[in-house]
């Protein structure tokens, strides 16, 4: 998926870019339901321990936030040290501490714009760490029984959000897909995946076939509306991530089966990137963008023979800095994280006071006269 994201951005998202490589979008919807689908299997795995709210936020702490502070900090501080320069790409800035505190959505859905062009892709970081904050509870305390129910109502919100938005004018398309309600349906696909791998119609392999047809069905179906109703129309803008959203949800499913397709996604340089995601995701742009500018004196482009030797240039350089942040602040603090161990005590049963002059942990014999 960063693979993915890198390449639009470098060759596709740029004036003299090719528009068939700008699929960026298909990607940042790729990691939101994968995202979705790996802390909901989290959640239901570990929920029942009595700890399981302190760990679970101290891992995602070490496993999101060091990397992505420090990022923002050097990115802050190069823009600083630049301040004023042409190729900085970043003619409408937002204040810095509206990154650390995720806050950096809300500037971009008020003003339209998407702020300093390096740090753009934090936005999804943002939304990351709301979904952190309602997913868990969303698990607590709706029943089990309703809630597939709820988080498909919740989908179908978030949908009607874009639909207000695009059909009736309220709020602007920006806030409807960098704010969490607007684009709640595709976290949610990773949900309803999590949920779904629990059952035993996809344990036991009942649903393979129709998890690997589907993605292709879906994707089909989304290029032909953007063939015929144009991908600036009202209707693809709304259906877009929904449509993406489900079709990597089955193709998820069908990863976790180990269909015959699993086995393309387990070489040594998918695993490398897999590993250094994180890092890539939030280096490549600076990257990009501090390479052009310091030899061309000019904002990234692939007009001509300069720039695209520039530019593939940079993707080593983003590499190497990304493995060093990986190596060096991400795995160490992310083995801390893990450090913290499920206790594996469920959480406290609920009491009730018995008439007689004790009390009886619900589920609990009595103890015999004779123990």
């Not at 607007?182 to 035993?200: E, F, H, N, Q, R």
Request: aromatic share 12%.
């Amino acid at each position: 998926m960063t693979i993915l994201v890198v390449f639009s951005h470098y060759f596709g998202e740029v004036p003299h870019g090719t528009q068939a490589l700008m699929f960026g979008w298909i990607a940042v919807d790729m990691f939101f339901v994968l995202s979705g689908y790996l802390v909901g299997n989290l959640i239901l795995d570990k929920m029942h321990n009595d700890n399981f709210f302190v760990v679970f936020y101290v891992r995602r702490i070490c496993r999101t936030l060091p990397i992505y502070f420090i990022s923002v900090l050097i990115i802050a501080a190069v823009l600083s040290a630049f301040n004023g320069t042409a190729w900085l790409d970043d003619d409408v800035s937002f204040p810095v501490w509206s990154y650390f505190s995720f806050t950096q959505t809300l500037f971009m859905a008020s003003t339209e714009q998407i702020g300093a062009h390096w740090l753009a892709p934090t936005w999804t970081l943002a939304v990351e760490e709301h979904f952190y904050l309602l997913a868990p509870m969303t698990f607590f305390f709706v029943p089990r029984k309703y809630l597939a129910s709820v988080l498909i109502a919740a989908a179908a919100g978030a949908v009607g959000c874009r639909i207000s938005v695009y059909v009736f004018n309220v709020g602007n398309p920006t806030a409807a897909h960098v704010l969490l309600p607007g684009i709640a349906d595709v976290l949610i696909c990773g949900l309803l995946a999590a949920l779904a791998s629990k059952t035993d119609y996809v344990r036991q392999g009942k649903l393979d076939y129709a998890l690997r047809v589907t993605p292709i069905l879906l994707l089909i179906s989304l290029s032909l509306l953007g063939l015929f109703a144009g991908r600036d129309s009202s209707g693809f803008s709304i259906l877009r991530p929904l449509i993406i959203s489900l079709a990597s949800a089955a193709f998820l499913l069908a990863i976790a089966r180990n269909t015959p397709e699993a086995e393309h996604f387990r070489s040594r340089f998918l695993r490398f990137f897999g590993r250094t995601s994180y890092a890539v995701y939030l280096t490549h742009l600076p990257a990009l963008g501090l390479m052009h500018g310091l030899i061309l004196n000019a904002r990234p482009d692939i007009a001509d023979t300069r720039q695209w030797l520039v530019t593939i240039a940079a993707l080593p350089v983003c590499v190497l800095a990304s493995w060093l942040l990986t190596k060096v602040v991400e795995e160490p603090i992310t083995r801390y994280g893990r450090s913290w161990s499920w206790s594996g005590r469920p959480r406290a049963a609920k009491m009730i006071v018995r008439p007689a002059d004790d009390l009886t942990v619900v589920g609990l014999k009595r103890p015999s006269q004779n123990a």
